[in-house]
Every structure is written in C-alpha cells, then in structure tokens.
C-alpha cells in the first residue's frame, strides 16, 4: 500500500514537473517573442535609444554669405542657411553637439529624438554674422571648427568683411560664449596657407616618424592657442580636407580628443562605442542644391 501510494505520488509529480517545463518553455518563446517584436519595432522607428545604434546625420557648412553674392561648393547664401534650417526644425529634428555625442558614448545621457548635426568649417566671420544668429533664433547649435593660421591673418589684416575675412581669437570667445556654438581644432596650419602641409599627407621621402611628430606638433600648437587665446577645450579634431591615414584616429585619441570628424557622405550610426566618434561622416552643403535635393541625400525628407 504504501509502495503504491509512493508511485502514485511520483506519477503525479513528474505530471506536475512535465507541465511545468511546457509552460516555461511556452513562456520563454513568447518571451522572446515580444524581445524580437520589440528590437523590429525600435530600429523601424530609428529612436535614439535603439539597439541598432543612433542614427546621426552631419551637415557640413563653410561660408555663408548675404543675398546677391556668389555661390559655389564651399559657400551657401544665407537665406538658403535658413530654409535648410527651417526644414529640420518642421521634421522635428534636434541638433546635438560634440559634447552630446561623447555624453551619449559614455552612457551618461542619451540623445534627443531624431539628432542632427550642423557643422560649419574654417572659421569664417560670416559664420558668427549668418549661422550663430539663425540658430539661435531656432533654439539650434553647431560646431564651428576652425584653423589657426586663418585666425591669425584675421589678427594681423583686422578686415571686418564677412565675404571673405575670418574669425579672431576673441570672435570666437564670443562665440563659444554665447553657448550656441561649439569651437573645435581644423588645425593650426595645415590648411592651404603657403608652403603648408596640405591635412594629414605625408610628404615624399618623410619618415613616419617624422610624418606622425609634425602632426602633433601643429595639432597640439592649435590646442594651446585655443585654450589661451579662446578659453576653448577643443575635443574634436575635424581633419583638413578630410585626409586621414591608418594612424590618424589613435593619433588623435593620444594626443586626448575625443573624436574627429571626415568628409565622407555617409549616415552615421552610432552606438554606445566612443572609439566610433573618431569616424565621423559628414555631407557637405553645396550652394549649387536646393534645401530639398541636398536633405534628400541624408534621408532627411
Ligand atoms: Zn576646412
């Protein structure tokens, strides 16, 4: 009796244990189930906290200049600076800065739906007379990167002509004073000034070496300036015409920045990886397109 007993009992139980294993495994499928649905669901949507990564278009301004002047690749009038604006703030898109960008990395924030960044070379003075205005009327930011050797001629040449001159030490004070504008390093010369070193290209017959010293000379050179003559703590290093080399971002990232930013026309998809901020792609903004075709480029429609 008591033998039955037992077996009945243990019948039972392994009953109760094999139901038990089809429920949980039911419940893990579905599980994963909804984890699926959820991660489709997310990387569709292109949320800023997807799994997939942070979706992350960079416009490349240079100059832009007022109403009746030229336009060309490099040089945008500052109504067709307007309507592009004007076009993401009605798309409901939010610009961030380089800061965001390494907040972001680090995990200690995350970033505003659909980001968006406006990025504006060489340190032109039209830059502070067109651009800072027209995002700050918006509630809009950017990243103006900027030459050392340009800023010196505008010390030396005091030209207040917004068609070609640039910005001085204190314009671009100013400017980061006004918390509009991020001031990041394009280098102290080696950018197109005579007899300079055209980016990071190495010269014939130079040592890497040597190549790799000069760099950091002339980068570091424009760190200093920046932080003496501007109050700046540049953290990007936006290369000059885009070049780079296979030691250029652990170059950078030695010398202490936090990323870097080329010319190639590509979406960036960014993840919680802070090595990833040292390949950051950009489209650079012809005067010749209209708002509409060049947003086009960058799924911005
Ligand atoms: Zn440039």
Redesign the pocket.
């Known amino acids: 009796m008591k033998r039955y007993v037992f077996i009945t009992i243990s019948r039972a139980k392994r009953g109760m244990i094999a139901a038990l294993a089809v429920v949980c495994a039911l419940a893990i499928v579905a599980a994963g189930g909804i984890v699926w649905q959820r991660r489709a669901v997310t990387a569709d949507t292109g949320s800023a906290d997807s799994d997939a990564g942070v979706r992350l278009p960079i416009i490349m301004y240079?100059s832009v200049v007022g109403e009746g002047s030229p336009r060309n690749d490099y040089q945008i009038t500052a109504s067709q600076l307007a309507s592009d604006l004007d076009w993401l703030v009605e798309r409901g898109y939010n610009t961030v800065l380089i800061a965001d960008l390494i907040r972001y990395t680090r995990g200690e924030s995350a970033l505003p739906a659909k980001p968006v960044m406006l990025t504006f070379?060489?340190g032109q003075l039209n830059n502070l007379v067109y651009a800072l205005p027209q995002m700050e009327r918006r509630g809009m930011r950017g990243v103006f990167?900027v030459?050392g050797a340009f800023v010196e001629r505008a010390e030396r040449e005091r030209d207040p002509s917004p068609l070609y001159a640039y910005m001085t030490w204190d314009d671009l004070r100013a400017a980061a004073s006004t918390g509009v504008v991020e001031i990041q390093n394009?280098s102290y010369n080696l950018?197109g000034e005579k007899n300079a070193r055209r980016g990071f290209t190495r010269r014939a017959g130079e040592t890497r070496a040597a190549f790799q010293s000069s760099l950091i000379e002339d980068v570091s050179k424009m760190q200093q300036l920046l932080r003496l003559r501007a109050g700046v703590d540049a953290e990007c290093f936006?290369y000059?015409?885009g070049f780079t080399y296979d030691g250029s971002w652990t170059l950078l990232r030695d010398l202490g920045f936090k990323a870097a930013m080329t010319c190639r026309e590509k979406v960036n998809h960014l993840t919680r990886d802070p090595d990833a901020l040292f390949h950051l792609n950009r489209f650079n903004r012809s005067g010749y397109a209209s708002t509409e075709a060049f947003m086009k480029k960058l799924g911005i429609e």
């Open positions: 240079h070379d060489d990167s030459c394009h950018h936006t000059p015409y």
